[in-house]
């Protein structure tokens, strides 16, 4: 045992190492480019047919091709020679809309008609075609010339071989046409651009004519209207000999408002004067009745103009505060003001008689103590003399009002009639000054004119677009086949397609090695391990089952390396755990692990040797290993089918905490069946890209029907991007990890390398 020891730690490497797998993809039943991109050379073999075929058809047809163009120049606007830019402004924002409406009159039926009568004498070849002798008849019966001609030109239009294109960005409308005659193609958009610009030029002129007759006449008519306003302002202010009658109007406005204070004056003299009078008649020669004294002191009061106003402002005030308290809150402030200025006011009511009733107290003792006829005839008279006075300022108020308000009405009759003519003058200066531009901007160029009559080039080839359309098609119909390829491959390449397709659990993946960083594998192929040593505890109870059959559908799906590599990351958990080899018929674990030979087996155990004499241990990974005889093959099946195999690794198992059994396929031979029957759960191992859909669902049929614990599916050679572990390969990026997490590791071509060996 020392000597097998010693010889493992100079064979096997410290570090976990790898060699070559075979090359798979990484595939999802969802994506379409990678199954695309790993049947290339599908697409390859399709795309050098397709393009040896047609790229010699391309280079050999073309033919050359000429361009010829030329050009209108549109310009956005001409500069006023007197204004500058002025009347640019509003123009540019319509402007691609007037160089398209300009671009669609070059392909009108007025510069057709043009082209074809400057064209008829040319004898050009592009027109000569069978004449529908009818048709020019009935065209030439209606005064059309050249009618066939016409026809010919409008259908080059149409078919797109004459084009008119307004450029953007550019004051340019190019006409172009592609022929293969470049001297007549020439000539055809010559005659375009002469017939275009003749009708242009045509209208400018008689447009110009136009608007200039317009302007003249309305200028004309304004002058015209201005001297009968002017002479209207004239008539109205000569009277005042002036048009600013304000000042007028408000000295009479002063007027009328002094005779108003003059007349309230008088008025109250003449209250006065009546209330005496009678007063006098009254008490003369006799004492005074006291109905008919208060009956006259109830008069002097009411004739008080304040006594009237309070009493009338009283009585709105109360009214407006009756209708507030009905439509306001009680808390509004309105409510409150109201009712404060109502209390004033009849304070200063009651105070108001009270003075009047103190005049007429005092009034009445006077007159009781001179009550002779001289005062009452005085009396009499200056009441006469008051009226009289009434009378005639209320007449020379009614006077003077009514001409205070003619004023104002004159004065607004004028102000009126001065901003119509302001207007008018305005409008009048506005058509003059268009006049004067009209005539200057005749002088200026014209806003549309030749850029340039045809140049003709030789047209690119299109062989170049046809080549690349031709090879972007060939690119297409070889990864159409190659997808169509795909479709009908049903092996499983990622954990998606086995749940989608199957429906097990997978209890994790190894990731393939073709694309990885060397540096990195020991991490990521290790922690691969650990994932499914910790899922399948997970999925189990918590535990892992303590005799575990590892097996897959066919042959050459890396069983035997995922035993190898389990049973090693259970160890490094720091697990006992004893390796045997199940598959009798091709022992594939003893060359894998480079073990003595000559030493003992499963087969010898049976038979009756110590198991301390011939099991195997491997220092470096961490495990014993119970190999098979490579040698002693016969009868397989019948051995597994004796009871003491059972009986055997039941005692076995008593000395380790985990059994792993590599056994041989479900679908190559009934062993795997027997071994199952025997574990407490079954490990099903694939590979990507290798292993086929109903190869997996025929094993897991066989086993579900001899009531076998299926604890999983491994998936191996995964993609890292589809690995469980996928964002785990740079989480270390940066620093190193521990050594000692590498462990012993062996791939699928050293067992296929082994099993050649062991055949031979």
Known sequence: MDMIEKRYEQQLPQDITYVETPVTEAHTSGSLITPILRRWHIMLVTILSICAVGLPAIWLIGK?????????????IIPSILFGDKDSEGVIPMYDNFKNTQANLITSEQVLQRVADDLADKNLTFFKKPVDIKAELKDKSTGKQNPALVVAIKEMVISGDLRVIPERKSELIKISMKSTNPTESAQVVDAFVRAYMGIVV?????????????????????SNKLEKQQQVIRDMSQEYGTSVLDEYHQMMFQRVVALQAEITKAETRRITLQTQVELLKEVKGR?????????????FLNADLMIHSLTANVAQIEQSLIVAKQTLAPTNPELKQKADLLDMLKQRLDQRRQEMNKDFDEMLTRELASSDKKQLENAIAELKQTETYVKYLRELLVKEDSETIELGRKQLAIKDSERQLKLTEELYDRVRRRIQELEMERKRPARISVAYYASTLPVKSKSIKYTFALIFGAFSCGALLAFLRAKVDHSLYTPIDVSKRIGVRIIGTTTSISHLDVLKLPNQIADDYQTIRANLGLLNGGCIPKKLVITSPAVREGKTTFAVNFSTSLARSGKKVLLIDGDLRKSDIRGLLNLPKGSGGLQELLAGKSFEDIICSVPLAGFDVLAADSENVSDALGLLSSPCVSECISVISEKYDHIIIDSPPV???PDALLWAKMADGIILVSYAGRTEERDVKEALDRLAQIKTNILGMVLNNVDINYSYNRYGYNYYTGRRRKANKAVLLLTTKEQNKTSGDAKS
Do not use: C, H, M, W
């Open 64 to 76: 050359s091709v000429y361009d010829s163009t030329a050009a209108i120049r549109v310009a956005p």
């Open 667 to 669: 679908l190559a031979f």
């Open 287 to 299: 004492g005074v009745d006291a109905e008919k004294l208060i009956k006259i002191r109830q008069d």
């Open 202 to 222: 045509d209208e400018e002129t008689k447009g110009g004519d136009q608007s200039l007759t317009i302007l003249e006449n309305e200028a004309r008519t304004l």
